[in-house]
């Protein structure tokens, strides 16, 4: 991580169940181009955190921007369009779909809001051809292409995360944000994944992802932030997060 180059930054931003506070992030920064790891005990907020940065839940107060511009009120396919996208875990209905199926809908850019009802039209376009175009060659890279007629719930584990992740780049976004990537994959498969999260920073993209796997988040990482009630207790490099007395007691206490 060389110089400051924040791609998203966040400001005081909050959000309570009941009387249950699940976020008070003061500030976040992620810099452009770095696979930066999110990590805290269960129910530490951090996968509500996601869902307030891209849309898809409502702050109580707080603002964030990313590449430079306010985004915070814009809901989650807004989000989407300026160039943050989150993967989603294959609902039901998406499990009926094709694999090519689930990989269209990825393109419409207003996936998480219309994503139950949406409906591949009849017919057929210019943009429709090359969105087929984009998902086969995105498919082919995560070794899929020979699954696109398959139902994408007869996927095992690891293929599924591997779709998530291919779906989410239909809209070539600049940063995307994985929430447990390797949970309830196939150690065979967990190396097949970091190594497409690695690629997607090569290729100069942001990487955000939520992991509790120490020896993965250590082993890809470039820049570490803790979470614990909600609270971001600690940032840094591996090496420094690793001997963090704060980040062991909120990993032990948990
Ligand atoms: P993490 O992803 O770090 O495990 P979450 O963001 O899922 O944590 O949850 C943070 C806290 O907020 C937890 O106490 C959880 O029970 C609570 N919470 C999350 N979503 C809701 C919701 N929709 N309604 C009520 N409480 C919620
Ligand atoms: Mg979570």
Known sequence: VGKPDPILTAEGVRRSFGGLTAVDVEHLEVQRGTIT?????????????FNLLTGFDRVDRGRWSFGGRAINGRRGHQVAR?????????????????????????????????????????????????????????????RL?????????????GQRKLLEMARSLM??????????????????????LLSHITS??????????????????MGISDWIVVLAQGQVIAEGRPSDIKSDKRVIDAYLGA
């Open 145 to 157: 292409a020979d699954k696109r007629d398959d139902m994408a719930g007869s996927l095992s584990g």
């Open 200 to 217: 997607l920073r090569d290729e100069g993209r942001t990487v955000l992802f939520v992991e509790h796997d120490m020896d993965v988040i």
């Open 82 to 142: 300026s160039g943050m996208v989150r993967t989603f875990q294959l609902t039901k209905a998406l499990t009926r779909m094709s694999v090519l199926d689930n990989m269209l809908l990825g393109a419409q850019r207003q996936f998480g809001e219309r994503m139950a009802g949406a409906l591949w039209r009849p017919g057929w376009s210019k943009q429709e051809a090359a969105n087929t175009e984009r998902a086969m060659a995105l498919l082919e890279r995560f």
């Open 37 to 49: 790891a999110l990590i805290g005990p269960n129910g530490a907020g951090k996968s509500t955190l």
């Open 171 to 192: 809209t070539e976004p600049d940063m995307i944000m994985l929430d447990e990537p390797m949970a309830g994959v196939n150690p065979a498969l967990v190396q097949s």
